[in-house]
């Protein structure tokens, strides 16, 4: 999946593929990679647009999607 750099100090970029509607996240720092499943594409939309990736995550996506670790 292509992810997307962003401006956070959480986030390093951020990626979707909406033929399945996976969230693909890699935090900052060298951090992992994690997907997240049957995530909606309008929280996509919500989500590349915000002013804090680190706030929305914790908001509204840690711990209500499935997810896991793939790198």
């Not at 999946?1 to 693909?24: C, F, H, K, W």
């Not at 647009?49 to 790198?71: E, L, P, T, V």
Request: include cysteine; proline fraction near 4%; glycine fraction near 10%.
């Amino acid at each position: 999946m292509e992810r997307q750099p962003v401006n956070s100090s959480a986030i390093a970029s951020i990626g979707y593929d909406s033929s399945n509607g996976t969230l693909e996240i890699e935090f900052a720092n060298g951090g992992p990679v994690w997907q997240y499943y049957d995530f909606p594409e309008y929280k996509w939309n919500e989500f590349q647009y915000c002013d804090s990736h680190g706030k929305y995550f914790h908001a509204n996506i840690k711990d209500q999607y499935r997810d896991g670790r793939i790198g």
